[in-house]
């Protein structure tokens, strides 16, 4: 049974900082993987989708990147700036996207 | 951008009673989902629904739980009995194809009484 764990829970950072938040999972026959951002009361954004046989995605400031033979992946985040302050989960899932496993998430906070 | 839009936005409802959770997917989707995320916990999958029909679903999604596609826009998702433990954050969602980025709605936050 797929099981999704993510550290640290939480991340208090200064403005500027690079930073990394890590995500692992215990089966490493997965379909895609993907990390969302969700801000207090509000949904869940799509922030990187990165297929199995990717290494990693870019957009803008973040960079996922996947290792299915160790079971992990990891969000950086360059130059972090005060909006970047929310939490952020990974999922993945086994064979098809319907079903997605989560993380409990790093709640990252970014003083300015 | 399209998004995914849920209604409402907050029910508070008795335990026992019916609710039924709207949400309008993102019009050219053709997966369509239902989440929730009980206070403090992981997010967990509940249904996924394509070509009319439920393609596959949790253990939480027991009898009590239905999901619907009344007509072209709409997916709701239905508790006929509510418990206190149904309390949570129900999430809507959609995707263009089965290996394409879901898209989430801002939720709906259940409360049972």
């Known amino acids: 049974k797929q099981e999704v764990t993510q550290i640290p829970a939480a991340l208090s950072v200064p403005e500027g900082e690079n930073l990394v938040l890590n995500c692992s999972f215990t089966d490493s026959a997965i379909y895609n993987l993907q990390w969302f951002r969700q801000d207090p009361g509000k949904g869940l954004t799509s922030l990187l989708l990165?297929?199995?046989s990717q290494r990693e995605q870019t957009s803008g400031r973040l960079n996922a990147s996947l290792d299915k033979s160790s079971g992990r992946s990891t969000l950086y985040i360059a130059a972090s700036q005060p909006g970047d302050s929310a939490t952020y989960l990974c999922a993945t899932n086994a064979g098809n996207n319907r079903k997605l496993i989560w993380g409990l998430g790093t709640s990252l906070a970014v003083n300015p | 951008e399209p998004e995914v839009t849920q209604t409402p936005s907050h029910q508070v409802t008795q335990m026992g009673q019916e609710v039924i959770l709207r949400c309008v997917p993102i019009?050219?989707?053709?997966?369509f989902y239902w989440y929730r995320q009980i206070l403090g916990q992981k997010v967990e999958f509940l249904v996924s629904f394509y070509n009319n029909e439920i393609s596959e679903k949790s253990e939480i999604f027991d009898d009590q739980f239905s999901v619907e596609r009344p007509d072209g826009s709409n997916f709701t998702l239905k508790i006929r009995s509510t418990k206190l433990e149904d309390s949570a954050m129900y999430f809507c969602?959609?995707?263009?194809?089965?290996?394409?980025?879901?898209?989430f709605g801002n939720g709906t936050r259940l409360t049972v009484t």
């Open positions: 969602a959609s995707s263009a194809s089965g290996s394409s980025p879901l898209h």
């Open positions: 019009s050219n989707h053709l997966y």
């Open positions: 990165i297929q199995s």
